[in-house]
């Protein structure tokens, strides 16, 4: 189309491109093992095994703080954050909403990581966002 750029995404542009798709290979094992119909805890307990199996490094449910100079003004907790890298954040449901997008993107600033992942457990499957965090630190 005239007056639109063609931008190629390689590889080598990604941010962690071997452990982010490692880990979503490991969500759609998953997916495929458990099919749809749990809970979203259980699909993180699924998850959880197959990091383990695999001997990837992780945390669970780690808490996060949003502070406006001393004060504590919100907090979380992020699903995963894998190998101090990469923040997975897992939900169940049709689609991706506007928050769970938000959420995880607030989660990236508070915790000043560069990538997330959104994974989605959905009747039709999975579908994922890698969501990136312009705004750090590093």
Request: charged share 30%; with cysteine; hydrophobic share 40%.
């Amino acid at each position: 189309m005239k007056g639109q750029r063609s931008y190629k995404v390689k590889k080598e542009d990604l941010l962690y491109p071997e452990l982010s798709f490692k880990i979503v290979g490991l969500l759609f094992e998953v997916c495929n093992k458990l099919e749809y119909g749990y809970l979203e805890k259980h699909y993180c307990d699924g998850m959880a095994a197959l990091l383990k199996q695999e001997g990837i490094p992780f945390q669970r449910e780690v808490k996060m703080e949003i502070k406006l100079g001393d004060e504590v003004i919100a907090s979380g907790r992020a699903d995963f954050i894998i190998d101090r890298k990469i923040v997975l954040e897992m939900k169940k449901g049709r689609q991706f909403k506007k928050n769970n997008i938000g959420q995880l993107h607030s989660y990236l600033k508070a915790l000043n990581m560069e990538l997330g992942i959104l994974a989605n457990f959905t009747p039709d499957g999975l579908i994922f966002k890698r969501i990136v965090n312009t705004n750090t630190n590093s």
